[in-house]
T-cell receptor
């Protein structure tokens, strides 16, 4: 059974700082790893998807890496801004059929002006 | 392109009642999945439908059911509601057009269900 863990549960940083969010998964037989952000009371917004054959993906100030052998993924946020404040979740896609993702509990990020 | 639409946005029900939630996926998306989000359990997978067939199922009791229509719209139903069913129910769609394993999930804003 796939289990996904995100550490730390909460993080507070000053504006402008670079930061790394961590995600670990127990079953390395994943077909993808996705990162999302969730604002209070809202749904999830897809940030990046890394295919199992890839090592990283980049979008603007965001960079996500994947190391299947160690069961880890990281989300790097450069030059953080107050608008980045949200909960960030990772999800591992695995199983015999596509369409099922296991989520971590998320890291709540606060960027202080 | 319109996003994933979930209705209603909020719902208050009494224990023992049943409820139906609706999800309209992004146009062209054929896969629709449902998740339950609670403070204690986080996001948990309920089920996933593709071309009107349930393709994946999570570990929820039979009181939770769903279906998908030919236009890809999906509904989930919860019968005999319990207090513990209070949660944010999220629907996500994906295109599966090239590879079902590498299509991002696009979420709606959810239906907040409160059971009293």
């Amino acid at each position: 059974k796939q289990e996904v863990t995100q550490i730390p549960a909460a993080l507070s940083v000053p504006e402008g700082e670079n930061l790394v969010l961590n995600c670990s998964f127990t079953d390395s037989a994943i077909y993808n790893l996705q990162w999302f952000r969730q604002d209070p009371g809202k749904g999830l917004t897809s940030l990046l998807l890394i295919q199992s054959s890839q090592r990283e993906q980049t979008s603007g100030r965001l960079n996500a890496s994947l190391d299947k052998s160690s069961g880890r993924s990281t989300l790097y946020i450069a030059a953080s801004q107050p608008g980045d404040s949200a909960t960030y979740l990772c999800a591992a896609g695995s199983g015999t059929n596509a369409g099922k993702s296991t989520f971590g509990d998320g890291t709540t990020l606060t960027v202080k002006p | 392109k319109a996003g994933v639409t979930q209705t209603p946005r909020y719902l208050i029900k009494t224990r023992g009642q049943q409820v139906t939630l609706s999800c309209s996926p992004i146009s062209g998306h054929r896969s629709v999945s449902w998740y339950q989000q609670t403070p204690g359990q986080g996001l948990q997978f309920l089920f996933e439908y593709f071309s009107e067939t349930q393709r994946n199922k999570g570990n929820f009791p039979g009181r939770f059911s769903g279906r998908q229509f030919s236009n890809s719209r999906s509904e989930m139903n919860v019968s005999t509601l319990e207090l513990g069913d209070s949660a944010l129910y999220l629907c996500a769609s994906s295109s599966d057009s090239r590879s079902p394993y590498n299509s991002p999930l696009h979420f709606g804003n959810g239906t907040r269900l409160t059971v009293t």
